[in-house]
């Protein structure tokens, strides 16, 4: 039976309670068939004295060995051949590597219903024309990073009457482009048409610190919306707090704190997670959130920091059921957000030292033929 159709088609996104148990069946259907096609990913699961049967309900996800997203960037792992993957990209490689993702139509189909799905229920999604401007790269054959696609995919919510890019491409790379951005505000502003903005924070804030240094004030249209993603990357030490961000967009555009949208996602862990009306992302049906002690990687209770531990069953044609990655995180009950979410939420605080990610990620690497990582 196919329970991850039923999973990614499930109507309400946050609705946990009464899809535990579809969840669980989906993920032990992911699990089977990468082991069984996957002859790498098979071997860890060996080597980590882990069996299938050892998962009894939802609460025994922990036991699944998570793969840290840092293994990715020095190995490929395919449970299908790759000519029948649809769609290829890689992350953004802040670090100097890449991580290789390709996904098949099955895996597609359904992550598109699970972004139409969250989008909807966060009213997203627009019929009224709407000009663009993208805080990062412009789309290009040369670049294949998960981030620009998906910075390109949002433009596909509302009908674009022209997009604008921070980084555009010059065919052999990309050249700054903050003239062409603000000189294109200012001309959407006599528009009269909404404009949506997408891309890192970073760039946002940047981009909002010079309007207000060059004493330009903006009057975007009431249905204007910024959505930020990608976290502040090597513009970490710059980083102000999201209260200030949200103030100076709205003094230097005059779109406010409520049109104002954050998304968390990897390429590793292709699920969008949006931030509800007080900026907090809940977990949703498609996925389920773990947070592991730093040096046992056992997991911890809610309220203590560790290393963020994400579990899906989308993917089909690569192992990406539970990676886990180098941000430090912080679960919360639901209710200590005080929405209308009940689900459980995570709070992103910071890059772990990679060291005990990297001896995880070794151990491993290890197993398919003693790549260093």
């Not at 990679?354 to 003693?370: I, N, P």
Request: proline residues 5%; charged residues 25%; positive net charge.
């Amino acid at each position: 039976m196919d329970y991850r159709r039923k999973i990614f088609a499930h109507r309400n996104p946050y609705d946990l309670q009464n899809t535990d148990s579809l969840f669980f069946d989906a993920v032990k259907e992911n699990l089977r068939f990468h082991e069984r096609h996957c002859p790498e990913y098979a071997r860890i699961l060996r080597h980590m004295d882990f069996h299938t049967d050892c998962l009894k309900s939802v609460s025994d996800l922990y036991k699944i060995p998570p793969i840290p997203t840092l293994f990715f960037k020095s190995h490929e792992l395919y449970s299908i051949p790759k000519d029948r993957l649809m769609y290829n990209v890689t992350s953004s490689g802040t670090g100097g590597r890449q991580s290789h993702v390709g996904f098949d139509r099955g895996s597609l189909y359904h992550a598109l219903r699970m972004v139409l799905g969250t989008f909807s229920y966060y009213r997203l999604i627009s019929p009224h024309p709407t000009n663009y401007i993208v805080l990062g790269y412009e789309p290009s054959d040369h670049n294949r990073m998960g981030a620009v696609k998906t910075a390109y995919g949002v433009t596909k919510l509302a009908p674009a009457l022209n997009r604008e890019y921070a980084l555009k491409d010059t065919g052999d790379g990309y050249r700054l482009n903050m003239e062409g951005v603000k000189n294109a505000l200012i001309r959407y502003e006599r528009m009269r048409f909404p404009v949506r903005f997408m891309g890192f924070p970073a760039y946002m804030y940047f981009l909002v610190k010079d309007l207000k240094e060059s004493n330009i004030r903006l009057k975007l249209h009431k249905k204007s919306k910024v959505f930020l993603a990608g976290g502040w990357k090597k513009f970490f030490s710059e980083k102000v707090d999201k209260n200030e961000l949200y103030r100076m967009i709205e003094e230097t555009l005059g779109i406010g704190e409520e049109n104002c949208k954050e998304f968390f996602g990897a390429v590793e862990h292709p699920i969008v997670y949006c931030d509800c009306k007080n900026h907090h992302f809940h977990v949703p049906v498609y996925s389920r959130v773990l947070i592991r002690d730093l040096n046992t990687l056992e997991p911890v209770e809610n309220g203590k920091v560790g290393l963020l531990n994400l579990i899906t069953p989308l993917v089909e044609s690569v192992p990406l059921l539970s990676v886990i990655t180098d941000d430090l995180a912080v679960m919360r009950d639901g209710k200590a957000c005080g929405c209308s979410i009940a689900s459980p939420y995570f709070e992103i605080l910071g890059r772990a030292g990679l060291q005990d990610v990297k001896t995880c990620a070794a151990e491993a690497s290890e197993l398919m033929g003693g790549i260093k990582v």
